[in-house]
């Protein structure tokens, strides 16, 4: 069993900034994709980032230009940075990791993080 374990979340004005963390308890498989997803009330999640082992991205198309995911394999920890946060930014995002890209992009995961709220003031 993997626990991932996240930080980073709180509040900020819109146009700021915030840094979330997603740290593994202990190494995931090499291969695995690691990632963020986030989920509005009432609506389903949606991906927000994902990264590869080797560093590959892919952006949900809200955030493209505005957040970047980044990893540290040796740590077992990924890293999101989001700049330029609006107030439709606010939800719980959620750090996952998988074994599949595809599977990923679906929301299909090995492993999910508690969540973490992030809150955008106008």
């Known amino acids: 069993q993997v626990q991932l374990v996240e930080s980073g979340g709180g509040l900020a004005q819109a146009g700021g900034s915030l840094r979330l963390s997603c740290t593994a308890s202990r190494s995931i498989a090499l291969s695995n994709i690691m990632g963020w997803f986030r989920q509005h009330p009432g609506k389903q999640r949606e991906l927000v980032a994902g990264?590869?082992?080797?560093?590959?991205?892919a952006y949900g198309d809200s955030v493209k230009g505005r957040f970047t995911i980044s990893r540290d394999n040796a740590k077992n920890t990924a890293y999101l940075q989001m700049t330029g946060l609006e107030p439709e930014d606010t939800a719980v995002y959620y750090c996952?990791?998988?074994?599949?890209?595809?599977?990923?992009?679906?929301?299909?995961?090995?492993?999910w993080g508690q969540g973490t709220q992030v809150t955008v003031s106008s």
């Open positions: 996952a990791t998988g074994s599949s890209a595809i599977s990923f992009a679906r929301g299909v995961v090995d492993y």
């Open positions: 990264i590869s082992p080797g560093g590959i991205r």
